[in-house]
């Protein structure tokens, strides 16, 4: 994988981050990038000089992305274009299930798999009802929850902005983040570097050793949808909102087609830095 290469997945993944309720752990997988980032992580010190090269220009191009990303979603919101937006959002996160679907084995079904997909979904449903305002300004409550927002980084269908919010911890953030307040975010910053590698670690560990793994993380995608489902004031909404879940739908579906299923699940073993 070419470093420009690398550089622009980031673009693209941090970019979807700055949408409400799109997982960059699932745009990851659509991309076919998502076991090489948790091997860089979770197995770094195995090519230390590899994977912290490959980790700091995907985190480039992960800043650029949502830099750049945040400030026109956010512009987008506030106009006319909120209503189909969001539903091209669904659409867009819809059609990497096929893609995931097909690494879980789900085909054919059994009762094993539809009980392992709804333990997915039902953890996703947990998280996500996390009281807001649940976190403080307190540095072990910072840490806490910086731990949280790493693994929603890491584990594709949840939200990583949407956990900042139902912890109480987006409008803390983004107010530091916005006046280059550092200090504050100390605990938060130190919480989610543990979290990552930590997270990472632990997936790793079950993709080698359970096959349901990719199953339960089906399960949390689909719960990732009905929290997507945006509101409607009028049929032409309605319809407009609906054609752009389709077009959304198809342009997810298609980049992540076999190849990219494929590749995705060799990326591990085949990265040559």
């Known amino acids: 994988m070419s470093k420009i290469k690398t550089v622009l997945l980031g673009c693209v993944v941090g970019a979807s981050m700055s ?3 799109i997982s960059g752990g699932s745009i990851a997988i659509m991309l076919g990038i998502y076991h090489r980032l948790l091997s860089a992580v979770a197995d770094i010190q195995k090519d230390i000089k590899g994977s912290v090269t490959f980790l700091a220009l995907f985190a480039i191009g992960g800043g650029i992305g949502l830099l750049t990303a945040a400030r026109l979603v956010t512009w987008l919101m506030s106009t006319a274009a909120r209503v189909p937006l969001c539903f091209a959002f669904l659409g867009a996160a819809a059609g990497c299930l096929p893609s995931i679907a097909r690494q879980a084995g789900l085909l054919p079904v059994s009762p094993k798999k539809l009980l392992l997909v709804a333990g997915g979904a039902v953890t996703a449903a947990l998280v996500s009802a996390i009281p807001v305002g649940a976190a403080t300004e307190s540095a072990p409550i910072q840490f806490i929850g910086g731990v949280a927002v790493a693994a929603a980084l890491v584990l594709p269908g949840i939200s990583a902005s949407q956990m900042l919010y139902t912890m109480g911890l987006y409008e803390q953030v983004m107010y530091h983040a916005a006046r280059l307040d550092i200090l ?20 790793t560990l079950l993709l080698e050793r359970f096959g349901g793994t990719f199953t339960v993380i089906l399960g949390f995608m689909l719960f990732s949808l009905t929290e997507l ?9 309605l319809l407009t909102g609906a054609v752009c879940a389709v077009t959304g739908f198809f342009i997810t579906f298609l980049m992540s087609g076999k190849e990219n299923a494929q590749k995705c699940t060799q990326d591990i073993v085949n990265y040559d830095g």
């Not at 975010?185 to 632990?202: E, Y």
């Open 19 to 21: 949408v409400p309720g």
């Open 184 to 203: 504050p975010l100390l605990p938060l910053a130190a919480g989610l570097i543990v979290g990552i590698f930590l997270t990472a670690k632990l997936l």
């Open 229 to 237: 489902i945006p509101q409607w004031n009028s049929p032409v909404e």
